[in-house]
């Protein structure tokens, strides 16, 4: 059983996206602001659309906090989308005499006509509405949430952008003082040299009416020793992470450490060597295994890189057929971004830090932070001592 258990639900253009998260420690700081930081990030990057001109996404908090801090009660959010005063008709949730922006023609790499077939649904807006991308806002803002608490736990999370198009950054060992920089980044990557190409990149596809995929990298700093199992399959932490990872729309892919190379690679050249220091501990020189070793975190900052496919909405759209007419035609277009690659690390960023939250509950539990934090420095005290 999930000890952070969380669900969305939602709309792209109705009234709003709600969520709620249960298993949140009493004490943890926490208000609006610390939420809408985060929303802000997801909305901004070079070649996003124009739903990001529309919407500012902001949060009210409904319930599980009380002057600043969690009150160990479920805490629930809301956050409305501005957009649906132009949709009430469309998305009314009573009968309308006539429905509008009906929708036929299934975009090829989406979920319309899959999720047509699986619901029954004739107009498949009643399939891309849930399916876009929109519903990762509720994701990032409950992942605000697990981020407070981690970080009251000296736990950070942050990512940045390896690759957009066929423009490459240096995959490498980033400090968390360097993968600041990449805040400051229209595509939310550390290497300047590598902003400046993967902008001119997204511009050539924007000409094109084309889209772009790419990799992000999530790294988390400050863990313990001990999250994860390796007693059962679904304990192990990196079966939670490529969950998690995978259920972001768009994501194709999903690696710890240096993954997929490891497997063209000599194990003299792929594991860590383990190394003992007094006062700190076993250590190790390298973190070519990503921070996770038999499904368990190492002490080492855990490295997760997951691979983005383009977007499936195109202006220039492929071929694609009628689903009431059977006539072919070319593929509805919806609003889109030429890429959403810099936004995805910061739904990326909160699908991990869920997936920490509930490790970190699992393996040290406690009712309020205090009481967590108790256990998590005595542990780390056990832990230089064995």
């Known amino acids: 059983m999930q000890a952070w258990r969380w669900l969305t639900a939602g709309e792209s ?99 319309d006509l899959a999720g047509g077939i699986k619901y029954g649904h004739r107009d498949l807006r009643n399939v891309l509405e849930r399916a876009s991308a929109r519903e990762t806002t509720m994701r990032v803002a409950l992942g605000a949430v697990a981020r407070a608490f981690l970080s009251a736990l000296g736990i950070t999370v942050r990512g940045h952008v390896l690759s957009l198009g066929a423009v490459e950054a240096p995959a490498r060992a980033y400090t968390l003082e ?28 924007k000409a094109a009416g084309d889209t772009l995929g790419g990799v992000f990298e999530v790294d988390a700093f400050g863990l313990p020793v001990g999250l994860g199992s390796y007693v059962q399959w679904d304990r192990r932490l990196e079966a939670a992470l490529g969950a998690a990872l995978l259920s972001i729309p768009a994501i194709k892919g999903v690696e710890v450490g240096t993954g997929f190379r490891q497997s063209a690679e000599p194990g003299s050249a792929v594991h860590d060597p383990i190394r003992w220091e007094a006062g700190t501990g076993f250590t190790r020189p390298t973190n070519r295994a990503g921070g996770l070793e038999g499904g368990i975190t190492t002490g080492q900052p855990l490295v997760v890189r997951i691979a983005m496919k383009p977007l499936s909405t195109l202006m220039k759209p492929l071929e694609s057929v009628d689903i009431e007419s059977k006539q072919p035609f070319l593929a509805q277009v919806e609003r889109s971004d030429v890429t959403a690659v810099p936004a995805a690390v910061v739904v990326g960023e909160a699908m991990v830090l869920h997936v920490l939250a509930d490790a970190v509950l699992q393996k040290f539990g406690g009712d309020s932070l205090e009481e967590v934090r108790e256990r998590v420095e005595a542990w780390d005290q056990r832990v230089r001592r064995f």
């Open 13 to 111: 253009h109705g009234p709003g996206l709600v969520g709620i998260v249960e298993g949140v420690p009493a004490g943890v700081p926490l208000g609006p602001a610390d939420i809408d930081r985060d929303l802000a990030r997801r909305q901004q990057g070079y070649g996003r659309g124009g739903r990001m001109r529309i919407e500012q996404d902001r949060v009210t908090i409904w319930g599980g906090v009380r002057h600043g801090r969690t009150l160990g009660s479920p805490v629930a959010l809301l956050v409305a989308n501005k957009d649906h005063e132009h949709w009430r008709t469309t998305m009314a949730v009573e009968p309308v005499a006539e429905v509008d922006r009906v929708v036929t023609r299934p975009r090829p790499g989406h979920a």
């Open 178 to 205: 360097e993968l600041e920089r990449a805040e400051t980044s229209p595509v939310r990557v550390v290497d300047p040299a590598a902003e400046e190409a993967m902008m001119a990149e997204v511009d050539r596809a």
